[in-house]
């Protein structure tokens, strides 16, 4: 399995991760491996506006749709 050196640290940015990691019960490794995955699988900014682009179907106007929405939430 590949391994990944991340050189130059900040600190504070090390001592971050690790806080996090011992919150959440695991090593930095363990920690670390999972952010980068759960990165490396997310899809990017890019990718979800260009899945929102090629979407067929109504369109409608901003002032409707905020309309719309006011008048959900009154609803509730």
Known sequence: MPNVLVRDLP???HAG???RA???GQSLQ???AIELTRLA???TMS???ARIARRK???VGLD????DLDEERSRR
């Open 64 to 67: 409707t749709a905020v309309r």
């Open 47 to 49: 990718d979800v506006l």
């Open 30 to 32: 363990q920690f670390l």
């Open 57 to 59: 179907g109504g369109r």
């Open 41 to 43: 699988t997310a899809p």
């Open 11 to 13: 600190e504070n940015v």
């Open 17 to 19: 991760l690790q806080r």
């Open 22 to 24: 011992e919150a959440a």
